[in-house]
């Protein structure tokens, strides 16, 4: 069957990866959560781009993950999720160093919050990477900003991109894990020089401290060169700010087991929503794309926060248009 008598779900499915052009590269930490709930405790796979490529992966677009990653028995634990999604694995890097630990305690209303234990392990092991030439879309953000040498590599990848490669960056800010916020913001508004689409939550902008207002930090990160800005607030709206103007988008209430993962599953369905329209960067002013990216971005993330862990949904877990 030629290649344009194919469908979307066809072309696209996991199983056909090594025939297809790669079309998106993740970047960033690959890690196992501690998730203590009560007095029980229970290894994940996670990190935030490691979650994205799995939920890209699990939605059927063709993805692969570039992280470091152990040889150790999690390091396997992590392979084995990234192989089991459809997730190129070509980009991983693998050694002996321990693989990097968070230990994310829930509270009452089944958010996280994070401890890491980074020290001579795996994840910030990542050097030496020259740009995937079968990459059209770069998506990274989260300790891939942070952890060092992971964070210049990355921002060397992203300074290699062509100039009609789509960037996304998902701010997903882990106080806990920065020793040096100046630095820290430093790398960002580099980043954001480059980024055609930021992803950031209302308590990212809070700690970046741009300006008082979620909507207006939005803005300062426009005025630095970013295309588009997402402004999430979890079971709050959305809020898309562009050039053009502002426009928010509700998110559908649903019963909430933890969040774990909701952000990088609304960053994988964006990504892949909008691949899948046929949008590039040439659509970021058009809001009513970005708005409809949005909606389908929020329904991938409304599956995970009904499940335990970052566990993304296939399409057909999905309502329609999906």
Known sequence: MPASTRSWQESFAPT???AWR???VVAGEALVDLVVAGPSITASPGGAPYNVARAVGRLGEPVALLAGISLD?????????LEDAGVDTGLLQRGARPTTLAVAQLDVDGAANYTFYVAGTSAPAVTDVAWPTSATTLVTGGLGLVLTP?????????EQAPAETLVVVDV?????AIEDPPRYRQRLARMAAR????????EDLDYLALTTSPV????ALLDLGAGAVLVTAGAGVTTVVTREGTRDVPVPPVTVVDTIGAGDAFTAGFVTWWLAQAHDRSHLADLDALSGAVTAAHAVAAVVVTRRGADPPSREDLPPPW
Not at 172 to 176: A, D, E, H, K, V
Not at 196 to 202: E, N, P, Q
Request: glycine share 8%; hydrophobic share 55%.
């Open 16 to 18: 056909r990866l090594a």
């Open 22 to 24: 790669l079309v998106i």
């Open 73 to 81: 028995v999690f390091g396997r634990m992590l392979a084995a999720g």
């Open 150 to 158: 992971l964070a210049d590599t990355i921002e060397a990848l992203v």
């Open 172 to 176: 997903n800010c882990r106080p806990g």
């Open 195 to 202: 980024a055609d689409v930021v992803k950031a939550s209302d």
């Open 216 to 219: 207006d930090s939005a803005r």
